[in-house]
């Protein structure tokens, strides 16, 4: 069973940093994409991040967090992280990770309606 689980949101102040994580099993972690995407309230699921799943896998960004977000992986632990730095208030939202099965292509894992399998989501909220 495919369980994907989200850590390290939290609310920091404008400017200010975080480190999210995806610990992914119940599958083999090889030759797909996963993804990082977040949803404000009122707003549609957007994709900002995405990797493919194996060693030097290419990533994808959004332009919104292009030079802000990077997201990385621990093949081995199988974990996806997202680091996001400069924080804004409008970078307020859950944000969540999903895994798409059949992926070349970083760029395929920001279309949240190819993904697969999804976490419940961690909030980040900035805010002074």
């Known amino acids: 069973q495919v369980q994907l689980v989200e850590s390290g949101g939290g609310s920091v102040q404008p400017g200010g940093s975080l480190r999210l994580s995806c610990a992914a099993s119940g599958f083999i972690y090889s030759s797909m994409c996963m993804g990082w995407f977040r949803q404000a309230p009122g707003k549609e699921r957007e994709g900002v991040a995405g990797?493919?799943?194996?060693?030097?896998?290419?990533?994808y960004y959004a332009d919104s967090v292009k030079g802000r977000f990077t997201i990385s992986q621990d093949i081995a632990k199988k974990t996806v992280s997202l680091q996001m730095n400069t924080l804004k208030p409008d970078d307020t939202a859950m944000y969540y990770c999903?895994?798409?099965?059949?992926?070349?292509?970083?760029?395929?894992?920001?279309?949240?309606?190819?993904?697969?399998?999804w976490g419940k989501g961690t909030l980040v909220t900035i805010s002074s």
């Open positions: 999903a895994l798409r099965r059949y992926c070349s292509d970083a760029s395929w894992a920001l279309d949240y309606r190819e993904m697969d399998y």
């Open positions: 990797i493919e799943t194996l060693v030097g896998g290419g990533t």
